[in-house]
Nanobody, 120 residues
């Protein structure tokens, strides 16, 4: 069993910054891809925000390019999302996820989400 736990959400004024953290723990695993989705209020879909792969590739949604930075601390099984120049439209619940291999099988695991609210 693997758990992903986010932290670092909160309320910030437009133009401000937040740093989200995601800590992964539990069974022995290897990471295929790991990243962040968000769900905007009133939208049933989750939007991919940023993702990084085990090969080191990184992808950002166009809406956050130049403002958000994804990074990892593999030694601590942690992932971060540095969010700068925040806009009210970044208000959402942010979820970390991982496509993790355990005992030869890859499954997607999700955190519980952390609320980010950007006031204008």
């Amino acid at each position: 069993q693997v758990q992903l736990v986010e932290s670092g959400g909160g309320l910030v004024q437009a133009g401000g910054s937040l740093r989200l953290s995601c800590t992964t723990s539990g069974s022995t695993f290897s990471v295929k891809t790991i990243g962040w989705f968000r769900r905007i209020p009133g939208d049933r879909q989750r939007e991919l925000v940023a993702v990084t792969s085990s090969e080191g590739s990184i992808h950002y949604a166009d809406s956050v390019k130049g403002r958000f930075t994804i990074s990892r601390d593999n030694a601590k099984n942690m992932m971060f999302l540095q969010m700068n120049s925040l806009k009210p439209e970044d208000t959402a619940v942010y979820y970390c996820y991982g496509d993790l291999m355990i005992a030869g099988r890859v499954d997607r695991y999700w955190g519980q989400g952390t609320q980010v609210t950007v006031s204008s």
